[in-house]
């Protein structure tokens, strides 16, 4: 039983994985390309004005938008270089993590059933919401700057004005190699992540493990208004991100397929906390507040999610299924 649970994963594993390279590599490979063009910086000095929203210096619009479009380290290597204070870094960070990798999981959410726009719609309202709380917390706690105020101490020149050329600022010796290092490092992050995920997965379905954690979290799982069977991919992708949540959502679903409104619930709080314990680390280096990154994160994925469960989401009055429940 052991031997055959350990197969059937590595198969599963494999077989999720060949998925999510038919979405992931285009995207990463035009991204790659985008980055060598003035794209970026046009489209940052467009945006630029809506920093004061958050209490934000103009120049902070580079790293959001590159976040928008890749990960949290292309985040902390775009913040390289400006003058950010904690409270700052930590408003960057928030933004970002509520609202990157748009491209990638975008496609990725379309894969599993939820409407691309209202993903991208909620994420936007996601980000700036956060934006705004975090703002407000680093103006009380952090030094920081209240929505609305120019921050001390920078010229206010932002973003440096852009004539997008749309010609590449490398030849094919340098961008070629990026792409193809770009795409090797992707796809070695997913296997490593996803075959000892897998075989977890397949290991706790067997010995019936997914069951008696549900029934521990009960209290979580009535909070947030899922199922038992929504327990596993949420805290799945809250530990190590959609693209991975994703993946145990269609793998759980071959089985036990989730009804359309715990699907629902599990995007809304994976997309507003995912890769908790990663992203929090990697960005506190780069100096965020560590407190707001992980609690006021996880606080605020907890309310939206609540929320939702008892308001828009919330079933029909005397409805026992969720399977016909249109999102």
């Not at 599963?12 to 035009?30: D, E, Q, V, W």
């Not at 691309?116 to 996601?126: K, Y």
């Not at 995007?267 to 100096?287: K, R, S, W």
């Amino acid at each position: 039983m052991f031997l055959q649970a350990v197969k059937d994963g590595i198969f599963k594993a494999l077989r999720t994985a060949l998925m999510l390279f038919r979405i992931m590599i285009p995207i990463s490979l035009g991204i790659t390309l985008l980055r060598h063009t003035d794209f970026f910086m046009w489209l940052a000095e467009k945006i630029e004005p809506a920093m004061r929203i958050f209490g934000l210096p103009g120049e902070a619009v580079v790293p959001i938008v590159v976040g928008a479009f890749s990960d949290e380290y292309a985040v902390v290597a775009a913040m390289n270089g400006f003058p950010f204070d904690m409270a700052q870094i930590t408003i960057i960070a928030m933004i970002t993590l509520a609202f990157h990798a748009l491209p990638i999981e975008t496609v990725i959410s379309r894969k599993i059933g939820m409407p691309a726009f209202r993903i991208g719609v909620f994420r936007l309202g996601l980000a700036i919401f956060t934006g705004i709380v975090v703002a407000l917390l680093g103006a009380a706690f952090l030094g920081g700057n209240m929505p609305g105020q120019t921050p001390v101490g920078f010229d206010g020149i932002g973003v440096p004005a852009v004539q997008s050329t749309g010609i590449f600022d490398a030849g094919p010796e340098v961008i070629l190699p990026q792409m193809g290092l770009g795409v090797v490092r992707m796809i070695l992050i997913v296997l490593r992540v996803l075959i000892p995920l897998m075989v977890g997965i397949e290991l706790m379905m067997v010995y019936n493990i997914i069951e008696a954690m549900a029934e521990k979290m009960g209290f979580f799982r009535r909070l947030l208004g899922i199922g038992k069977d929504a327990l596993l991919p949420l805290l799945i992708g809250l530990l190590l991100g959609v693209t991975f949540g994703a993946g145990a959502i269609m793998e759980l679903s071959r089985e036990r397929p989730l009804p359309k409104r715990d699907l629902a619930l599990v995007a809304v709080f994976i997309f507003a906390c995912h890769g908790l314990i990663e992203g929090a680390y990697l960005l506190t280096l780069a100096g965020g507040n560590l407190f707001i990154l992980i609690f006021v994160r996880l606080g605020i994925a907890v309310g939206v999610t609540a929320a939702a469960a008892h308001t828009v989401l919330r079933p029909k009055s005397g409805q026992k299924s969720y399977k016909n429940l249109q999102i």
